[in-house]
């Protein structure tokens, strides 16, 4: 397109990333956690974190839905700054669905009612409204046949994969994931990832934290590689994985693959 027939949307939003990281900086009383974090994520692009423990790598999604409050730097999704003092939270983060090691279901409601109780508390949906949506999500992650059980019945892939379409029925514009296939037994791990892989094919834009080298090889548009609270090396997922360019990127690599 071209300058002259640019119109004032497109100057506001269309070439904005998706999720914009400003020089963040977090830290824990003395714990200077995250040292000034820049990054983009684009529409539609899926971006793997990875690096040790104790890098920041949660630390850094729990500050782009500001589950964290970030000691410096701003923080964009959708264009708008979730740092900025007067923005509206609640209205900011339901633009963000988030997914984690532990799946947080709630344990003495059904599969159907974990989808729904949030919609209807949150989004102030109708109960008819929340169950179509929760049954388009259980279906997206192909769970409509476990509707009616209670979390304790299902395994833990199964448990991931309603709270990841928990997630979904808020209708996010981006997806963060927290070591989303940590606490699973290995055999169950597949069954996530290929959620994750569909809902990447779809279009969500997606961060995504994790060890499974292998998904972000073949998912991943970007792997950022974060050591120490700083992102140390990033690129095309296939590049970082498989030619990284630094010591400390090759270090890690070397004892997780
Ligand atoms: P990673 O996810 O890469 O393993 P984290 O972001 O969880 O790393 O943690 C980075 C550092 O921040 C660690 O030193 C951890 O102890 C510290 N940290 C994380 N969350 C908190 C918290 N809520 N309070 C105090 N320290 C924290
Ligand atoms: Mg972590």
Same mark, same amino acid.
């Given at each position: 397109m071209s300058r002259t027939t640019r119109t004032a949307a497109d100057t506001m939003g269309a070439d904005r990333a998706e999720i914009e990281i400003r020089g963040l900086h977090k830290s824990f009383g003395d714990n200077h956690v995250l040292r000034g974090i820049d990054l983009d994520v684009a529409r539609g692009e899926v971006v793997c974190v990875i690096g040790p423990s104790g890098s920041g790598k949660s630390t850094l999604l729990r500050c782009v839905n500001l589950l964290e409050e970030p000691s410096g730097g701003r923080v964009f999704v959708g264009g708008t700054e979730l740092t900025d003092p007067d923005v509206d939270i609640d209205a900011a983060r339901r633009r963000i669905g988030m997914v984690f090691q532990q799946f947080n279901l709630f344990p003495?409601?059904?599969?159907?009612?974990?989808?729904? &109780?949030?919609?209807?508390?949150?989004?102030?949906? #109708? +109960?008819?409204? =929340?169950?179509?949506?929760?049954?388009?999500? &259980?279906? %997206?992650?192909?769970?409509?046949? +476990? =509707? #009616?059980?209670?979390? =304790?019945?299902?395994?833990?892939?199964?448990? @991931?994969?309603?709270?990841? =379409? %928990?997630?979904?029925?808020?209708?996010?514009?981006?997806? &963060?994931?927290?070591?989303?296939?940590?606490? &699973?037994?290995?055999?169950?791990?597949?069954?996530?990832?290929?959620?994750?892989?569909?809902?990447?094919?779809?279009?969500?834009?997606?961060?995504?934290?994790?060890?499974?080298?292998?998904?972000?090889?073949?998912?991943?548009?970007?792997?950022?590689?974060?050591?120490?609270?700083?992102?140390?090396?990033?690129?095309?997922?296939? @590049?970082?994985?498989? %030619?990284?360019?630094?010591?400390?990127t090759r270090d890690f690599l070397n004892r997780v693959l």
């Open positions: 003495h409601v059904s599969v159907t009612a974990n989808l729904t &109780l949030p919609q209807r508390r949150v989004l102030g949906r #109708d +109960k008819a409204e =929340a169950a179509a949506v929760a049954r388009e999500n &259980l279906e %997206r992650v192909g769970l409509a046949a +476990k =509707a #009616d059980a209670y979390p =304790a019945q299902l395994s833990g892939g199964q448990q @991931q994969r309603v709270a990841i =379409a %928990r997630a979904l029925s808020m209708g996010p514009e981006v997806m &963060l994931f927290d070591e989303p296939t940590s606490a &699973l037994d290995p055999e169950l791990v597949g069954e996530v990832l290929s959620v994750m892989r569909v809902l990447a094919g779809e279009g969500m834009t997606m961060m995504v934290v994790t060890h499974e080298m292998s998904f972000a090889r073949e998912v991943a548009d970007r792997v950022v590689f974060m050591d120490g609270g700083v992102i140390v090396e990033q690129g095309p997922a296939e @590049q970082v994985v498989t %030619r990284p360019t630094q010591e400390r």
